[in-house]
């Protein structure tokens, strides 16, 4: 086969089209960077997913945290301490186990035992406590003038909060919450170790990794191939971020607008 029939049998074999039989013989460049790369959609869905629902959770969650109220507070520290207390490998395992025992039980949630579900639903709840925390430090950080300013032009409450505390938040947040985003979208790659089972050999990119890996009796392709995947998926995460902070940022002094920085997180 040529690279380009390759492209076109196996550009989106993970998501259930084209070539369904994995190959057994050729393991060219193309064929790994091909499979590799359609596994990556995958990767892609659980990161763009759970961050889009986990950052509205997380600012629900920093926002309970921050009121006086302990009937608001308490929950709210319970779930970023338990969340951010134990490792997310751990989760997926736990997970798993508790998503297969409401199957046994009930037997109408059997689809929570799935990789594309279950592990969304770790990873969601997972970066939606970091985000929190997240927020939540940068709602307390907000500038105690802009509020009085708020309350001097007659604005309490929602209106107060929507025109002046949440967009501060955000801005003050942006950089760090960037850096959650990356780790998350690097996290997705945990999904291939956990218990959830890939359906019907669809999975993610380092599935398809770690079969190149076995065949060849080489990882220093495949995983390489991963890796490059990664860094340019995560430039575009920077890129975009980058735009979203420059718009948060457009009414400060281009001197004074808050650059992103990565800093990555070895453990977490």
């Given at each position: 086969?040529?690279c380009w029939e390759?492209?076109q049998a196996?550009a989106f074999?993970s998501?259930g089209f084209?070539e369904?039989?994995?190959?057994k013989d050729?393991?060219?460049?193309c064929t790994q960077?091909?499979?590799i790369?359609?596994?990556m959609?995958w990767n892609?869905y659980?990161?763009?997913i ?10 629900a969650?920093?926002?309970?945290k921050a009121q006086?109220?302990a ?6 520290e319970w779930?970023?301490l338990?969340f951010?207390?134990?490792?997310l490998?751990i989760?997926?395992?736990?997970a798993?186990f ?10 109408s949630?059997?689809?929570l035992?799935?990789a ?26 907000v500038?105690?003038?802009?509020v009085e ?11 107060r909060?929507?025109?002046i505390?949440w967009?501060t938040?955000l ?5 760090a919450?960037?850096?959650?985003a990356i ?5 997705t ?7 959830f089972?890939?359906f ?6 380092l ?6 890996a076995?065949k ?6 495949p995983?390489p191939?991963?890796?490059f995947?990664?860094?340019?998926l995560?430039l575009?995460v920077?890129?975009?971020f ?5 718009h948060l940022n ?6 004074r607008r808050?650059?992103l920085?990565?800093r990555p997180q070895?453990i977490?």
């Amino acid at each position: 086969m040529t690279c380009w029939e390759i492209v076109q049998a196996y550009a989106f074999r993970s998501l259930g089209f084209g070539e369904r039989i994995l190959p057994k013989d050729d393991f060219g460049l193309c064929t790994q960077f091909t499979l590799i790369g359609s596994g990556m959609l995958w990767n892609i869905y659980f990161g763009v997913i759970a961050l889009v629902a986990g950052f509205f959770l997380a600012n629900a969650i920093a926002v309970m945290k921050a009121q006086p109220s302990a009937w608001l507070r308490k929950p709210a520290e319970w779930f970023i301490l338990i969340f951010r207390g134990s490792p997310l490998f751990i989760q997926f395992f736990l997970a798993y186990f508790l998503f297969q025992e409401l199957k046994q039980s009930t037997g109408s949630v059997s689809w929570l035992t799935s990789a594309w579900a279950g592990a969304l639903v770790v990873l969601f709840l997972n970066t939606a406590a970091y985000s929190a925390e997240i927020f939540y430090g940068a709602l307390r950080s907000v500038p105690r003038g802009e509020v009085e300013a708020a309350d001097a032009y007659g604005m309490s409450g929602w209106s107060r909060f929507r025109r002046i505390i949440w967009p501060t938040t955000l801005r003050l947040a942006w950089p760090a919450y960037t850096n959650e985003a990356i780790f998350l979208f690097h996290a997705t790659t945990l999904v291939f170790f956990s218990g959830f089972p890939a359906f019907q050999q669809k999975g993610d990119a380092l599935y398809y990794a770690s079969y190149f890996a076995d065949k060849t009796f080489n990882p220093f392709i495949p995983y390489p191939i991963v890796a490059f995947y990664f860094i340019v998926l995560t430039l575009a995460v920077i890129g975009v971020f980058g735009l979203a902070n420059r718009h948060l940022n457009r009414h400060l002094p281009q001197d004074r607008r808050p650059r992103l920085k990565y800093r990555p997180q070895i453990i977490r």
